[in-house]
């Protein structure tokens, strides 16, 4: 198994179909074709901030304001994030999804096999957080963005999609 | 720079009460030992507390402000918890909300765990790290009277505002009690009527 890298457009495609208002996010280097995409979009707003912990606050209250918000991180923002992960997303039960890039990681292996602590403690780590994760491998693997946010609204809590390569 | 050994300082009591003279239908983001007198001084069914995340209750409410432009946003954070995360400021300055107060209660420790001083307690100064993050207006009050008499200029203003209310901490800790198994978090319980009203 090889993981594709997914085209920008066709990420921002799903972003738009799974009716995303918001993007809130801390830049994924490994997602960098998208934000470029994202930030010149004149419907989705980006709201960008200071560490991965304020976006999963900032998240939240634009849920309870009404918005459609989704997170969009890297690996190392995943492990940044995670006292508001359990106080505000899982202890709230906000239904936020989170577009995680796995920087670095070898697309031939699976991220547990990875020689990177980033990459292979991202699964662990959200399973430990009974947090769902679905792993983007390429562009078959989009569908999982809408459905993630229905998901998320059925388990009242977050659910997690990792971009698995560099997105071109 | 700032010395906070000699600045003037009111009581939490006198500082919330010049707030809760003017509470209408802002959506209210408490923490920390504020947020207990403010839920009695101003029960509302749009408060809104953080609870277990120190540090969050200024991105909380960043994001409600950002969700209902139309509606003031007030939130009432404690200075170690925007210690925690002080990068808040500069993502409230970016995303610049007309609608939000930041107000902070600098009393210069960490009163709710037992009344630690905060890093740099001597100086900080967060209206001036406000200032510098480019908040729109940013003041300071240490006389209840003083704040009084300048607040609804200040509310009449463009946001994303700070104020720095310099209090007198009481010495007390908070000592938790254990968490029955099955019990909802105070924040799942909170916010489903406030998105409720936002929404009605
Ligand atoms: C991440 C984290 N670290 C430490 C604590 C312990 N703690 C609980 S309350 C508190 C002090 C809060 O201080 P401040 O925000 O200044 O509010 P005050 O109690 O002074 O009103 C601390 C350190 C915590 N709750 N969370
Ligand atoms: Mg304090």
């Keep these: 198994m090889t993981a594709q890298s997914i085209p920008a457009d066709q990420l921002l495609s799903a972003i738009r179909e799974a009716g995303v208002q918001d993007v809130v996010l801390v830049p994924d280097t490994h997602q960098r074709t998208v934000l470029d995409l994202l930030m010149d979009d004149e419907e989705i707003r980006t709201i960008h901030c200071s560490t991965e912990d304020e976006a999963v606050a900032v998240s939240a209250g634009l849920i309870i304001g009404g918005r459609r918000p989704m997170m969009q991180i890297q690996h190392a923002g995943l492990y940044a994030s995670v006292n508001n992960l359990r106080g505000v997303a899982l202890d709230g039960q906000f239904p936020i999804v989170l577009l995680i890039g796995l920087l670095g990681r070898d697309p031939e292996l699976e991220p547990e096999e990875d020689g990177s602590s980033m990459v292979r403690l991202c699964r662990p780590l959200l399973e430990t957080l009974d947090i769902p994760s679905h792993l983007l491998d390429g562009p078959d693997d989009l569908h999982h963005v809408a459905e993630a946010f229905d998901e998320a609204q059925e388990r009242n809590g977050p659910v997690a999609l990792l971009v698995g390569t560099t997105t071109s | ?200």
């Design chain 2, 1 to 200: 720079m700032t010395d906070n050994s000699s600045v003037q300082r009111m009581s939490l009591d006198a500082a919330l009460d010049v707030l809760a003279r003017r509470r209408e239908e802002q959506v209210v983001v408490g923490t920390m030992t504020a947020n207990g007198a403010w839920r009695q001084k101003s029960p509302h069914d749009l408060n809104l507390a953080c609870i277990g995340f120190m540090g969050g209750a200024s991105t909380l409410g960043l994001g409600v402000a950002l969700s209902q432009p139309d509606r003031d946003v007030w939130v009432i954070d404690g200075d170690g918890s925007l210690m925690m995360q002080l990068g808040s400021l500069g993502t409230i300055a970016g995303a610049a909300p007309a609608n939000l107060l930041h107000i902070v209660i600098h009393n210069g420790v960490y009163e709710t765990s037992g009344s630690q001083p905060l890093p740099s307690q001597q100086q900080v100064d967060f209206a001036q790290m406000a200032e510098g993050a480019g908040y729109a207006q940013t003041a300071s009050f240490g006389d209840a009277e003083e704040f009084d008499s300048a607040i609804d200029e200040l509310l009449a203003a463009d946001g994303p505002t700070l104020i720095q209310l310099y209090t007198r901490p009481a010495d007390r800790f908070y000592s938790a009690r254990p968490t029955p198994p099955g019990t909802t978090p105070a924040l799942a319980r909170m916010w489903p009527p406030v998105a409720e009203a936002l929404a009605g």
